[in-house]
């Protein structure tokens, strides 16, 4: 009943999104696009001094104010609940969910751009969003897509250097391989060996980074017709949008599996800083490394089964349910299956997070397209069965603060019912997608000269030492 409530408010959501005049104020510079201009460059390069009079305006009026206190809790604990870093692109609110730019996912099915009437929002539209804060014109869009069509020719060395792999290897470390091989035309390596100064060093992180978002789905396509189909590679089709493309070069033409494709890259693109690869990826950027090399570093990070491959994990455990219970498994079967997982010290995959402490958004929008493209799917019913199911012994455990379903927790049975089975592959879909999102902010952190990121480790025993410091101290 809890899901269908949100949904509810979901619908009242879009309702008022409908009803507004203007989104302008859902940000500071939100605004919608007039389609006069149609170079995404040329829109940074009006956009990027006014921000860094901002940051600097920041620093200087409030640079000594202090944003928390920082616990042992915080030091041992990975850092949960710390605030310490700069993310423009995104932000994540622990009740409502990620909002891109200010805009949450409904309202960006809402006003962003799609390849059809109702339809899910394109890729590029979001991209566009992410790098300038503004809305853009259908006709911006098809530009923008049509730029990272004639970016997108991999050279034939990447593939050797794929091919040198076992097909064996796992589907992450392939990409990630491809993704160093790219690097070998990175603009901005050349750039900073010529001496470029530094105010400059945006712009052919640009270049890199257009390049490698253009770059990322034929390479992953490669990788997955390598391991599943023989080898038989699809050649880019430069008629199609971003994620429709991507759908065909992986083999799949079906019309709602291009919408699917645009609504995955869509809703995984981007989730505020902190999180293992955005961090990663801003992190190595931090030591001027270029795109490549710090988009490369962030996809090691979203191989960690704690991180991008928890939906690979989420479809295998649900076939493990059918495997063992059958298609028709009852509500008190699945409970006790739950709990067989919990007491053999597993956890239940797809569930909680890390920030969030509802139901996530994108899980709701996954939902919202199974019910109008699959409704009858068995294992998406098998989903609908866990929501009502694991939230309640999550609870009971008493040990998850968030017991609601993530993004994961969905994505994998959508992708299963058009034929995607292979789930070791969806990491790979997870990363394409999470491009689009790390290099919009790396094309900001040169934008704005943001500092090489050096934190304080402290050992166990300083951390003693500290401790009973201030406990004498308040004696």
């Known amino acids: 009943m809890v899901f269908f409530r949100s949904v509810s408010a979901l619908a009242r959501l879009r309702s008022r999104v409908g009803q507004q005049s203007s989104l302008s104020n859902s940000v500071r510079w939100i605004q919608m696009q007039s389609s006069t201009d149609m170079d995404l460059k040329s829109q940074l390069q009006e956009l990027i001094p006014e921000q860094q009079d901002r940051l600097k305006k920041l620093k200087s009026e409030h640079g000594k104010v202090q944003l928390g206190n920082i616990t042992v809790d915080m030091v041992i604990g990975g850092m949960r609940g710390m605030t310490g870093l700069l993310w423009e692109t995104s932000l994540l609110d622990p009740e409502e969910g990620i909002r891109f730019r200010g805009l949450s996912i409904p309202e ?114 490669y990788v997955y017709r390598r391991m599943y189909k023989n080898g038989d590679s699809i050649p880019s089709d430069k008629s199609l949008d971003y994620g429709a493309n991507f759908s065909h070069m992986l083999g799949f033409d079906d019309d709602k599996m291009k919408e699917l494709m645009r609504l995955y890259i869509t809703i995984h693109s981007d989730h505020e800083g902190g999180n293992v690869s955005a961090h990663t990826g801003h992190l190595v950027g931090s030591a001027l490394s270029d795109p490549y090399l710090s988009f490369a570093a962030a996809l090691n990070g979203l191989a960690g089964p704690l991180h991008g491959l928890a939906n690979q994990e989420v479809l295998l455990w649900i076939k493990s349910v059918v495997e063992e219970c059958g298609e028709n498994i009852s509500k008190d079967q699945l409970k006790e299956y739950v709990w067989k997982t919990l007491n053999s010290g597993k956890v239940v995959p797809g569930y909680g997070h890390g920030v969030l402490r509802k139901t996530d958004p994108r899980y709701v929008c996954q939902r919202e397209f199974a019910l109008k493209h699959l409704p009858d799917d068995p294992l998406f019913q098998l989903v609908s069965k866990l929501y009502e199911v694991v939230p309640p012994v999550l609870t009971e455990l008493g040990k998850v603060k968030n017991p609601w379903p993530n993004v994961d927790a969905h994505s994998g049975v959508l992708l299963n019912h058009y034929g995607l089975t292979e789930a070791r592959y969806y990491t790979v879909l997870f990363g394409v997608s999470r491009s689009l999102g790390i290099c919009s902010q790396l094309i900001w952190d040169r934008a704005l000269g943001l500092a090489l990121e050096r934190p304080k480790s402290v050992t166990m025993d300083w951390l003693d030492a500290f401790c009973k410091k201030a406990k004498a101290s308040s004696a």
Request: aromatic share 8%; hydrophobic share 40%.
């Open 108 to 221: 960006c099915q809402k006003v962003l751009p799609a390849a059809q009437s109702g339809g899910e929002p394109l890729p590029e539209g979001l991209l566009w969003l992410l790098l300038t804060g503004k809305v853009p014109s259908k006709e911006q869009v098809e530009a923008l897509s049509q730029d990272l069509a004639n970016r997108a020719a991999v050279p034939d060395y990447v593939y050797n250097a794929i091919d040198a792999l076992p097909s064996t290897a796992h589907p992450m470390t392939q990409f990630a391989s491809g993704v160093m091989a790219l690097q070998v035309q990175s603009e901005f390596q050349k750039a900073y060996e010529n001496g470029i100064h530094k105010s400059k060093f945006w712009e052919p992180t640009y270049e890199d980074c257009l390049n490698l978002i253009a770059r990322v789905p034929v390479v992953a396509a």
